[in-house]
T-cell receptor, first 112, second 116 residues
Framework: NAGVTQTPKFRILKIGQSMTLQCTQD?????MYWYRQDPGMGLKLIYY???????DKGEVPNGYNVSRSTTEDFPLRLELAAPSQTSVYFC???????????FGPGTRLTVL | AQTVTQSQPEMSVQEAETVTLSCTYD???????LFWYKQPPSRQMILVIR??????QNATENRFSVNFQKAAKSFSLKISDSQLGDAAMYFC?????????????FGKGTLLTVNP
């Protein structure tokens, strides 16, 4: 079972570049999430989706966009990358109401 | 807004001994869930244990157990018979039982070292 997969594992961007972080889950979960983890901190929610075609902002959405065209995929787009977006990004999924979120392995992004 | 506090940035334990990691939270809700996640150097977030607030019985998963004190808003994790593989960052997390996004609110984590 693959669970939640994320690509790439590592990426270095220059200031002003754009990129898309990919996330796919094969558990048929309707809820999906993007978190970021800054050094020495817990995770903070960027965006979430309650199903295909439905997305909403979390705590720290500025500088990011998301889309959810299928149940399985929830890509996160960074436009005009800034050094403040240097972080580790985690995608997660869950059944609504089930409570437990399952996480992907993370993407370490550095913006120079 | 809910907050989660882990007051121990670092802890250490001898192999085979027991260690307790502390977590307190602040909420005005009565329906919620609490979690402990483990993050080893591989960076993967791994669920250790989960507690529903409406359950009085403390959750247990093999060598891992919690002491859930609802009135005190305390949720500590006890690791028995510690193993070298338990070395990791441990995060306490809160999730509302209602609302629309079910987001997790995390503490800052406790780094656990296991000494052979």
């Amino acid at each position: 079972n693959a669970g939640v997969t994320q690509t790439p594992k590592f990426r270095i961007l220059k200031i002003g570049q754009s990129m898309t972080l990919q996330c796919t889950q094969d558990m048929n979960h309707n809820y999906m999430y993007w978190y970021r983890q800054d050094p020495g901190m817990g995770l903070k929610l960027i965006y979430y989706s309650v199903g295909a075609g439905i997305t909403d902002k979390g705590e720290v959405p500025n500088g990011y966009n998301v889309s959810r065209s299928t149940t399985e995929d929830f890509p996160l787009r960074l436009e005009l990358a800034a050094p403040s977006q240097t972080s580790v990004y985690f995608c997660a999924s869950s059944y609504a109401g089930a409570g437990t979120q399952y996480f992907g392995p993370g993407t370490r992004l550095t913006v120079l | 807004a809910q907050t989660v506090t882990q007051s121990q940035p670092e802890m250490s334990v001898q192999e085979a001994e027991t260690v307790t990691l502390s977590c307190t939270y602040d909420t005005s809700e009565s329906d919620y869930y609490l979690f402990w996640y483990k993050q080893p150097p591989s960076r993967q977030m791994i669920l250790v244990i989960r507690q529903e607030a409406y359950k009085q019985q403390n959750a247990t998963e093999n060598r891992f157990s919690v002491n859930f004190q609802k009135a005190a808003k305390s949720f500590s994790l006890k690791i028995s018979d510690s193993q070298l593989g338990d070395a990791a960052m441990y995060f306490c997390a809160y999730r509302s039982g209602g609302g629309s996004n079910y987001k997790l609110t995390f503490g800052k984590g406790t780094l656990l070292t296991v000494n052979p």
